[in-house]
């Protein structure tokens, strides 16, 4: 069960989000875990101004030629946040050249939230990411981003026909599985679905009011992690959601913790989520 994870995503030293979230979780998951900082950054986007922007693209070549010359592979490649349309294109090398016979690849098209894109993203990068979620095994969109990668109306309430149907329009064929988070019928719950060639399952939990900044990052490294030790896409969906449900509680009500949540105090409770 002992797999080698490879991440590419940016680091944004403050704000627990992307690898620094990334890393420990998938760590705790049991799965070594090998990184590829896409770009170093003092803060994430979202809240901070004045950040620092180090673009790592010009490197990605030369650790993947040098991965090359060693003959180093990988069990599953999951992706994140990306900061431009070349770091697109270098990802879908790896992909294609760097995953063992079989392995998955997972894409997080992280990238808007709440009906509008991140800062630093436009339709041209929309574009492109369609062209790495169309190679994914595995996707893991919010509503705002399946929106985006369909050209659908983002709408903040909806019933189960407008997301059949964004699904549907999402998924690239009938081997994709779509695991779309944040998906609230009504006031007091949420929850996420997932769904396979015409096959859609709904796992529906506790909505906690409070949203924070970082919960999507969370998320897919805690279903990557589950994923990866041998629990079905819809299992991983719910060990993902319960944890990330702990890891909102035990962050709300501390409004200097706006920018991430408090995700290592609660770590225990996803190790034990592995366990069952
Ligand atoms: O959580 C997604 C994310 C990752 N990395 C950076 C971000 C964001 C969201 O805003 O700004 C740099």
Known sequence: MYKKVLTIQDISCV?????????PILSASGMETVILPSAIL?????GFTGFTFRDLTDDIDGIADHWAKENIFFD???TGYLGSIAQIDKVIRFADTRLNEGAPLIVDPAMADNGVLYSIFDDEFVKNMKRLTDKADIILPNITE???LTGTEYKETYDEAYILTLVKKLAADDEQTVVLTGVSYGKETTGVVVYKNGKLDYYEHEKIEKGCHGTG???ASAFVGAYMNGKTAFESAKIAADYTVSCIKYTQG?????YGVKFEPVLGEYINLLKK
């Open 42 to 46: 003092s803060t994430h986007t979202a």
């Open 254 to 258: 501390d409004e200097t913790h706006w």
């Open 146 to 148: 399946a929106c985006f």
């Open 217 to 219: 990052d969370v998320y």
């Open 15 to 23: 704000g627990q989000c992307s690898l620094t979230v990334a890393l």
């Open 76 to 78: 599953t490649l999951y």
